[in-house]
């Protein structure tokens, strides 16, 4: 899915404009146990009570791709025949109004998931008639030509809040008020099956997680039996960890700054070009990089492996998940160097006179602590 087709969905999350009938909700506490389940009509209940549970739905398509909301791709044969996908097909052919199906869902989601507190797991479905989309991107309503029949997914921690002193106007005094549990935007949640090319794709699911370090692996398992990706955060320093080792003693500055640059100026490109579709980087267009920054054929090699075993072989990384496009930073046990990612060249390595140092241009105003600085144009070296 790209960010077009997630961004359709996400306005379709609002009581006069979706098809949801039904909302259907199991509440459960911090031992696994189920407090209470319930169906309501998103119909006749109160307008901004169904609002607030649309808002919850809503986040769950929130995020970046590749960080917050993370592909899962089944396998032919899952889809072909395994309970985890015939499960997932009659949550979505049911609209999630089949008990026992529901049941099923929700006993894998309490297996699995836990929080410091109580949490509560909502569900709805619903059919889009897809509307056609002409060349410029508008929408013709009237003009039909597919339905899209998913289901999505929340699972939303409920927090006990703190009393506090309210307003009761009838006594026109403040009075302490009781504790009350108030549920809390998703920390994870999924929508199945997928919207890509604006058309059902029953070989992915999308699932959301609130936080890029915690890749929700038992539930992945669990629901999905597929092999959980990395954490977003975790493939960062996976890469950073693989050009370490992969490279040895060639993994200098020069590469460095040559790999972030080179990924940094496809981010900016995909950007300009607007195109709709995620970009992804491979592993062979880093080893290209690398072997034309002159590392040598033995460490690219090194850095193929390494690197299928790191992310699944030939697998492909969402660019902003190994570098942070928005800085450039060096450390040393004592000092931190930040720059603006379009100038790493004002820093450079050096050895002098038997020991390594970090240059940086200084051609331009320089302040120390926010204070303006003069070099003289003859000031002597002091190394």
């Known amino acids: 899915m790209n960010d077009k087709e997630i961004g359709e969905l996400r306005r379709r999350m609002r009581r006069d404009r979706s098809n949801m009938t039904n909302l259907f909700g199991c509440y459960v506490n911090d031992k696994k146990e189920i407090i209470s389940q319930f169906s309501q009509s998103l119909g006749l209940m109160p307008e901004n009570e169904a609002e607030k549970y649309f808002a919850l739905l809503k986040r769950t398509l929130s995020g970046q791709l590749g960080k917050n909301l993370i592909d899962i791709s089944f396998k032919t044969s899952q889809v072909a025949d395994s309970p985890e996908h015939k499960l997932l097909m009659g949550m979505r052919d049911s609209r999630c109004k089949d008990d026992a199906l529901r049941d099923e869902l929700c006993k894998k989601i309490i297996d699995t998931v836990s929080f410091d507190g109580n949490y509560l797991i909502l569900m709805a479905g619903e059919t889009y008639d897809v509307p056609f989309k002409s060349k410029d991107d508008s929408f013709q309503k009237d003009n039909s030509e597919e339905s899209y029949t998913f289901f999505i997914c929340a699972v939303c921690p409920v927090k006990q809040t703190k009393p506090n002193l309210h307003y009761v106007a009838e006594e026109k005094m403040f009075h302490d008020g009781a504790m009350n549990m108030m549920v809390s935007a998703p920390a994870l949640g999924f ?52 050009l370490t080792t992969a490279l040895g003693d060639e993994c200098s500055m020069d590469v460095v700054q040559t790999v972030h640059n080179e990924i940094r100026e ?20 880093v080893k290209t990089v690398l072997t034309q920054c002159g590392v040598s054929e033995e460490h690219v090699a090194k850095f193929s492996i390494d690197y299928d075993e790191a992310f699944g072989f030939e697998a492909d990384l969402h660019p902003k998940n190994v570098i942070d496009n928005k800085k450039f930073e060096i450390k040393t046990p004592d000092v931190i160097i930040k720059v603006a990612p379009d100038r790493s060249d004002l820093i450079e390595t050096r050895v ?6 970090l240059l940086i241009c200084a051609d331009e105003e320089v302040e ?12 002597p070296a002091t190394v």
């Open 368 to 379: 120390v602590n926010g204070v303006s600085i003069h070099i003289a144009d003859k000031e």
């Open 352 to 357: 002098i006179g038997g020991v390594k140092y």
């Open 266 to 285: 496809r981010i900016e490109m995909h950007k300009e070009a607007k195109v709709a579709d995620p970009l992804m980087i491979s592993k062979e267009e």
């Open 191 to 242: 929508l199945f099956p997928a919207f890509d090319g604006r058309s059902t794709n029953i070989y992915n699911a999308l699932m959301y997680s609130k936080d890029i370090k915690d890749g929700h692996e038992a539930f992945v398992e669990s629901v999905f039996n597929i092999n959980p990706p990395k954490p977003a955060a975790e493939q960062k320093k996976s890469f950073e960890a693989l």
